[in-house]
């Protein structure tokens, strides 16, 4: 019996190189990304408030595509006293992306096997001493509010900054014939 055919919906690097892999394995995919990824919705906006980063006591990255999409709209190196938090592993990984980060107070859960995302990153962010007066939080035009309300609620003050944003998959007529063609399977 033939495999059949896994349809990859992961968008960016991470779903290309999930398909990569399982075809490396034998298993035949398609990567059919949910959506990809777009630039800022107001560019200007971000770069000037991007401009006072030094301003915020603490910059939260929501994702590895959150970081990739910030470091080209970085006027200069990273401030000294803005620390960095990360919601797991991946987005750790993007950090080398931001100039002058390397030094950066970084806060992140420790790996992926005790947990990731914004329910293990918040924890941590509780600990901080001092605790966090200012924090921006880089993410899509549209997510998740749980974490930003949780550091509302404990008095941090929050402003959310898209970075970039989440646009529909391009669908040509090639993929349109492989997706009948894999329906008829």
Do not use: H
Request: glycine share 10%; proline share 9%.
């Amino acid at each position: 019996m033939a495999l059949r055919t896994l349809i990859v919906t992961r968008p960016g690097a991470a779903g290309r190189a999930l398909t990569d892999e399982l075809m490396r394995r034998g298993q035949p995919s398609l990567w059919l990304p949910a959506f990809e990824f777009g630039g800022p919705p107001d560019e200007a906006q971000a770069r000037a408030l991007l401009a006072r980063l030094a301003e915020f006591d603490l910059a939260i990255f929501v994702s590895p595509q959150a970081v990739r999409a910030t470091a080209p709209l970085l006027a200069g190196p990273w401030p000294q006293g803005t620390a960095i938090a990360a919601v797991g592993a991946g987005t750790c990984a993007a950090l080398p992306a931001l100039t002058g980060a390397t030094g950066a107070r970084v806060i992140a859960p420790a790996g992926d096997e005790g947990g990731s995302g914004s329910e293990a990153l918040w924890p941590l962010l509780q600990a901080m001493r001092p605790p966090p007066r200012r924090v921006l939080l880089l993410r899509a035009g549209s997510g998740r509010e749980w974490l930003g309300q949780q550091l509302a609620a404990a008095g941090t003050e929050v402003t959310t900054l898209a970075v970039y944003t989440r646009l529909p998959p391009v669908v040509t007529d090639e993929l349109r014939s492989r997706l009948a063609a894999l329906a008829a399977e």
